[in-house]
């Protein structure tokens, strides 16, 4: 019901996404800085057996006062930030504090179960809560509005923590099925990181492989 409620079909198979908006950066003294604009494109992997590694492909790249913030990408096989290249391998697994909601695509997969927990509210909405374990034992929490079954909440653990999402501010845009998080709130052991706003989104449009390879840095937002 709820890959239902986020798109069906196009939800649990969108091949590509594009999210654009602006993110708000918390520091350790409870400071912030405004990351605007922000962007990520996904590729996404037909199947998943690891619901927390690196799959598909990714790109983030943020903005502040006309400067580039923060630029990194995945293509598949490598890592990459501003400098180019990763050439240390190991700078794939920072992705595993990042990969987890997409696990609710693949929910219903061959070796994927799914476990009820207790039910709690979210951000005062009551939430049905279910426990996803991948085909490699992974975990994943999500939590379900109870009235529309928008997700409002998923966590895990990394190796940063106990990770917590929640989402809120859904909207939809005409001629397409897909209901989107306007607004995301990440917490590592239960403190705020950041909150990402996103204001619009895309679904289905072809990527060039060079989007995710970076070899040198943009004098532009590339989404714009």
Same mark, same amino acid.
């Given at each position: *019901?709820? %890959?239902?409620?986020?798109?069906?079909?196009?939800?649990?198979?969108?091949?590509? &996404?594009?999210?654009?908006?602006?993110?708000?950066?918390?520091?350790?003294?409870?400071?912030?800085? $405004?990351?605007?604009?922000?962007?990520?494109?996904?590729?996404?992997?037909? %199947?998943?057996?690891?619901?927390?590694? @690196?799959?598909?492909? !990714?790109? $983030?790249?943020?903005?502040?006062? @006309?400067?580039?913030?923060?630029?990194?990408?995945?293509?598949?096989?490598?890592?990459?930030?501003? =400098?180019?290249?990763?050439? #240390?391998? =190991?700078?794939?697994? *920072?992705?595993? =504090?990042?990969?987890?909601?997409? /696990?609710?695509?693949?929910?219903?997969?061959?070796?994927?179960?799914?476990?009820?927990?207790?039910?709690?509210?979210?951000?005062?909405? +009551? /939430?049905?809560?279910?426990? &996803?374990?991948? +085909? #490699?034992?992974?975990?994943? &929490?999500?939590?379900? #509005?109870?009235?529309?079954?928008?997700?409002?909440?998923?966590?895990?653990?990394?190796?940063?923590?106990?990770?917590?999402?929640?989402?809120?501010?859904?909207?939809?845009?005409?001629?397409?099925?897909?209901?989107?998080?306007?607004?995301? =709130? &990440?917490?590592?052991?239960? !403190?705020? @990181?950041?909150? /990402?706003?996103?204001?619009?989104?895309?679904?289905?449009?072809?990527?060039?492989?060079?989007?995710?390879?970076? #070899?040198?840095?943009?004098?532009?937002?590339?989404?714009?």
């Amino acid at each position: *019901m709820a %890959q239902e409620a986020a798109g069906g079909e196009t939800f649990i198979s969108p091949g590509t &996404l594009l999210l654009s908006g602006y993110n708000i950066i918390y520091d350790e003294g409870g400071e912030s800085q $405004i990351w605007d604009p922000y962007a990520m494109w996904r590729e996404f992997s037909d %199947q998943k057996t690891d619901a927390h590694s @690196a799959s598909g492909k !990714v790109r $983030i790249e943020a903005w502040r006062e @006309a400067r580039l913030a923060m630029l990194l990408s995945f293509d598949g096989e490598a890592t990459y930030n501003e =400098s180019g290249r990763m050439a #240390d391998r =190991s700078a794939n697994a *920072m992705w595993n =504090s990042n990969f987890g909601f997409g /696990a609710i695509r693949n929910a219903l997969d061959e070796g994927w179960t799914q476990q009820r927990r207790a039910d709690r509210t979210v951000d005062g909405k +009551p /939430a049905y809560m279910v426990e &996803l374990t991948d +085909p #490699d034992g992974g975990k994943t &929490l999500f939590g379900f #509005d109870r009235g529309n079954f928008d997700i409002l909440y998923v966590g895990f653990d990394t190796p940063r923590g106990w990770h917590e999402r929640r989402y809120s501010d859904y909207f939809s845009k005409p001629d397409i099925n897909w209901r989107q998080a306007g607004r995301v =709130s &990440l917490f590592y052991n239960g !403190v705020k @990181a950041n909150q /990402a706003v996103w204001t619009d989104f895309k679904v289905g449009e072809v990527f060039p492989d060079s989007i995710f390879v970076i #070899d040198k840095i943009p004098e532009n937002p590339t989404f714009r």
